[in-house]
């Protein structure tokens, strides 16, 4: 090959290389930031006990018991914090940007803090409703054997609609929505609809402001408090 057109497949393979990891987002800093009580990793093959040193792996399953708590920086302005009685997953982690599209709670408590500076799309899922949590601060209480599911808005707004439904709530700042479902034989009872879809059984009650002790309980210096 000529010297000339050498350099200039050289050039245009440089480009392409440089452009490529300019498309590639920074790794997001998994960060365990505190750990209470006991809590079980079931993210492996045999479950592990959760503690400041554990490891993250390419998912994320974790149980905790009464009183438990742990929260977690996800990198990039998002903070998880679970409380105790509480199930939850992360199904798939990048092992490359470390980024994922999706949480699933089960049960239980969590708290997601999300700035500005967060900018991928990623979906909490849960029994009731599915919702990408914006700029602010909230907080999700799943109760599935009562059928019962609260949204608390500690800072923001946000909008959920009920899972494959059109039905839709507002929460803002200092305000808490209560989805009340349905239970049948012990389980959340559901509407089915096409192709698998369904609607869970139950309505939206009308939003309340929240409680003195609500805010008590999900405020920074509380954990602060429960980590020294």
């Avoid at 239980?108 to 803090?113: F, W």
């Avoid at 209480?141 to 494959?164: F, H, M, Q, V, W």
């Avoid at 803002?172 to 559901?190: D, M, N, P, S």
Wanted: proline share 4%; net charge positive; aromatic share 8%.
């Amino acid at each position: 090959m000529p010297a000339v057109l050498l350099m200039l497949s050289s050039a245009l393979s440089f480009k392409a290389v440089a452009e490529n990891k300019k498309a590639v987002k920074p790794l997001k800093v998994l960060k365990i930031l505190q750990v209470t009580g006991s809590i079980e990793d079931l993210s492996g093959v045999k479950p592990l006990q959760w503690n400041r040193k554990s490891r993250f792996g390419d998912q994320l399953h974790l149980s905790l018991s009464d009183k438990a708590l742990t929260k977690i920086d996800l990198g990039m302005g998002l903070i998880l914090t679970a409380y105790g009685n509480t199930e939850f997953k992360i199904p798939v982690i990048s092992w490359e940007t470390r980024q994922f599209n999706e949480l699933n709670l089960m049960k239980g408590t969590i708290r997601i803090e999300r700035s500005e500076s967060y900018d991928s799309h990623f979906e909490l899922l849960t029994p009731f409703f599915q919702v990408e949590p914006p700029i602010g601060q909230w907080v999700f209480k799943i109760d599935p054997s009562r059928a019962l599911a609260d949204i608390i808005a500690l800072k923001g707004t946000i909008e959920i609609n009920s899972l494959n439904s059109d039905e839709k709530v507002t929460v803002h700042a200092g305000e808490k929505a209560t989805f009340r479902g349905v239970l049948e034989e012990g389980e959340i009872a559901y509407d089915l609809l096409l192709k698998g879809r369904k609607i869970p059984k139950g309505k939206w009650l009308n939003k309340e402001k929240i409680k003195a002790q609500d805010l008590d309980l999900y405020s920074l210096q509380k954990e602060k408090e429960q980590g020294e």
